[in-house]
C-alpha cells in the first residue's frame, strides 16, 4: 500500500475544505496540505450552484432567522450573528480577490437585492415588526419596508403581474444583497492552492477508515476508485469536510466527541425557469414564509441567479426525502450510520417530528402542477410549460441528544473537534456556505490555538479579515468601514448601504 506523509489532509472538495485549505497556507504557506475528493471534480455536490440557492445569507431577506415570540417580540439575535458572520466571508474573499488569489469577483458573486415578500394580515404584521426591530440596529438600518402594491411591482414585477387587488401585501430589501456561486468559489480557491508548493489534490479517492497512532497523527486510508488501489496518507491534522458524508467519517474515527450524532437527510428540487424573456425581468431573491411543518431552510424564493455571467430563474427549494447523505452517496447511507449511541436520539426524533414528517410527505407527492400552483403564490400568471424541475443537493440535518437524553433535530451546523485538536468535523448544512470562513476560523482556534497565540496567526488573520477578535454586532463604526470596504472591492453595489432605511 502507497504510504504518504502530510501536515493536514483535508477530506472533501466543497465550501468548507477548500476555505481551511487557503486560510491554513495563508497563514502558513509551508504546510504540506492534501485534499481528497470522491469525486472527478471539485465541488460537485452541495457546494455546486444549481445545487444550492446560491443565497450569500446575511439575514436580509431569510423569515426564519427572526422568529416571532409568544409575546409578539422578535428575536433578532440570529439575525445579527449570521449577518456578522457573512461579514467574516465577504472579508475573507475581498482579502483573496486584492492578493489576486481569486478572479474578478463576478466570477463567483454578483450584486442581488435581498427582499421578503408576504400577504395576509398576520404576515405582514410580523413583516413590519421585524422590519422596525432590525432597522434601528446597525446592521441593517438600510433596510426599506413597504406596503405599498406600486413600490411592491418596481421591486419585484414578477410578484405583482397578474395579483388580484386589494390583497395584504408586504416587502422589504435590502439592496446589496449577493448571490454567490459557492461552486466557482470552490474550484477558484482550489486552482489558488494548486499554484502553491505542497498542495496535492487526489480526486475520485474515497476516505475509507481511520486509525490515530500513537504520537497522535491519524492514518487515513483510502481508495481510488478508478484503479481500485489502496493508499494511506498520514498526517497530523485531519479536517472531514465531507458534506453528507461527514457523519459516517466521523463515527469512523471513533472518537468521543462524534458520538450521540445522527443524521436526518432532506434533499430538495427546483423549477427552473426556461424562458429567458421572463428571466430577464426578475432582479431579487424574494423569501416568503416557511409553510407549517417545513424545515426552516425550505423556506419558498424566487431568486435571481447569476451562473457564469448568465442569469438564471429558480424557485423552490421543494424538500424530498431520501436515505442517502450525498447526491452522488448510497441509499444505505443512513442505515449505515445508525449506531448504538445515536439509536435512542434518532427513534425519538422519528417519533416526535410529525409535522415535519407530514411536510415531507406531502412534498414528495407534489406534481408539477401543484410545484407551478406554489409558484404562482410569488409570480401568479406562471405557465408549468415555461418551469422544469431540477435536483438540488443534499442536507443533513444533525440529530443529536437532548439536554434530557432523548434527541432533537437541529438546523445548524456544527463543528466538532476532538479533544488533542488533531481532528475536526464539520456537520449540518445552514447556514452554508454562507458562513463557512467563521466556520473554518473556529477550527483553527480549536485546533491550532498555540499557533494562532504563538506563531503570529492572529496577527495574520487580521490582516485578512480586518474584524477578526473584535464584534460588528456591537462596533457600528467598523462594520460601517469593513462594509464599505468589501462592498465595493467585491462590486457588491455599494452606495446603496449608504442610504438610511425607510418605510413606505
Ligand atoms: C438545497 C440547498 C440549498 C442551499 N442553499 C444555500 C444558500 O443559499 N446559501 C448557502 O450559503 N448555503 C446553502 N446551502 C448549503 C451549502 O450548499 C452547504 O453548506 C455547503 O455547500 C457545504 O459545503 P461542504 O464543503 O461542507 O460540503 P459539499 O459541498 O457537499 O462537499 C463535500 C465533499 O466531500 C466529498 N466526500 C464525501 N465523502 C467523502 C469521502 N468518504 N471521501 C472523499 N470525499 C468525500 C463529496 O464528494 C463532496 O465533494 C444549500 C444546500 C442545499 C442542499
Not at 434601528?136 to 438600518?141: A, G, I, R, V
Not at 424545515?295 to 442517502?324: C, N, Q, W, Y
Not at 480549536?446 to 488573520?461: I, M, Q, V
Not at 463604526?477 to 462592498?487: E, F, G, I, W, Y
Request: with cysteine; net charge negative; hydrophobic share 35%.
Amino acid at each position: 500500500m502507497t504510504t504518504k506523509t502530510v501536515d493536514v489532509l483535508l477530506v472533501g472538495a466543497g465550501a468548507m475544505s477548500t476555505t481551511l485549505g487557503v486560510m491554513l497556507k495563508e497563514l502558513d504557506p509551508s504546510l504540506k496540505i492534501c485534499m481528497v475528493e470522491r469525486l472527478e471534480e471539485v465541488a460537485k455536490e452541495s457546494t455546486d450552484c444549481m445545487n444550492n440557492a446560491g443565497t450569500g445569507h446575511a439575514a436580509y431577506c431569510e423569515l426564519n432567522y427572526t422568529p416571532e415570540a409568544a409575546d409578539g417580540t422578535i428575536n433578532c439575535s440570529k439575525a445579527y450573528a449570521i449577518n456578522a458572520s457573512f461579514e467574516v466571508s465577504l472579508q475573507f474573499w475581498s482579502y483573496l480577490v486584492r492578493k489576486g488569489a481569486l478572479p474578478e469577483p463576478s466570477n463567483f458573486i454578483n450584486p442581488v437585492p435581498h427582499q421578503s415578500f408576504v400577504w395576509g394580515e398576520k404576515n405582514v404584521n410580523f413583516l413590519r415588526k421585524r422590519y422596525e426591530a432590525l432597522s434601528k440596529h446597525h446592521q441593517f438600518d438600510v433596510m426599506e419596508y413597504t406596503e405599498d402594491p406600486d413600490v411592491i411591482r418596481e421591486w419585484m414585477p414578477l410578484v405583482m403581474e397578474g395579483r388580484k387587488e386589494g390583497e395584504k401585501i408586504a416587502a422589504t430589501r435590502v439592496r446589496y444583497g449577493s448571490d454567490v456561486n459557492f461552486g466557482s468559489l470552490a474550484r477558484n480557491m482550489v486552482n489558488y492552492l494548486d499554484q502553491t508548493e505542497d498542495f496535492d489534490l487526489m480526486l475520485n479517492h474515497d476516505v475509507i477508515d481511520f486509525y490515530q497512532n500513537k504520537d497522535d497523527s491519524w492514518s487515513v486510508s483510502m481508495k481510488n476508485r478508478a484503479t481500485k488501489e489502496s493508499l494511506s496518507v498520514n498526517s497530523k491534522f485531519v479536517f472531514l469536510g465531507a458534506g453528507g458524508g461527514a457523519l459516517p467519517l466521523l463515527q469512523k474515527t471513533d472518537i468521543p466527541e462524534g458520538k450521540g450524532y445522527g443524521g436526518f437527510p432532506v434533499s430538495g428540487q427546483w423549477l427552473v425557469c426556461k424562458k429567458q424573456e421572463i428571466v430577464e425581468r426578475h432582479e431579487s431573491k424574494v423569501y416568503g414564509c416557511a409553510p407549517i411543518g417545513a424545515p426552516p431552510m425550505s423556506v419558498p424564493h424566487l431568486d435571481t441567479r447569476v451562473i457564469d455571467g448568465k442569469k438564471a430563474l429558480l424557485f423552490g427549494p421543494f424538500a424530498g426525502f431520501t436515505t442517502k447523505f450525498l447526491k452522488n452517496g448510497s441509499m444505505m447511507d443512513m442505515f449505515g450510520s445508525l449506531k448504538p449511541n445515536n439509536l435512542k436520539p434518532m427513534l425519538y426524533v422519528g417519533a416526535t417530528s410529525m409535522d415535519l414528517t407530514k411536510y415531507l410527505i406531502s412534498e414528495v407527492m407534489q406534481t408539477h402542477g401543484s410545484r407551478v400552483m406554489s409558484l404562482s403564490n410569488f409570480f401568479p400568471v406562471a405557465q408549468e410549460e415555461d418551469w422544469e424541475i431540477s435536483h438540488a443537493g443534499q442536507r443533513v440535518q444533525i440529530i443529536k441528544k437532548d439536554e434530557t437524553g432523548k434527541g432533537k433535530l437541529e438546523f445548524g451546523t456544527e463543528v466538532i473537534t476532538s479533544s488533542d485538536g488533531t481532528l475536526a468535523a464539520l456537520l449540518g448544512a445552514s447556514p452554508g456556505a454562507s458562513t463557512s470562513v467563521s466556520a473554518m476560523i473556529s477550527i483553527v482556534e480549536r485546533c491550532f490555538s498555540d499557533k494562532l497565540e504563538n506563531e503570529g496567526w492572529k496577527e495574520k488573520l487580521v490582516s485578512m479579515i480586518p474584524s477578526y477578535g473584535q464584534n460588528l454586532t456591537e462596533d457600528a463604526q467598523l462594520l460601517k468601514q469593513v462594509r464599505s470596504d468589501t462592498l465595493s472591492t467585491l462590486g457588491l453595489d455599494p452606495e446603496s448601504a449608504e442610504t438610511p432605511a425607510k418605510a413606505g
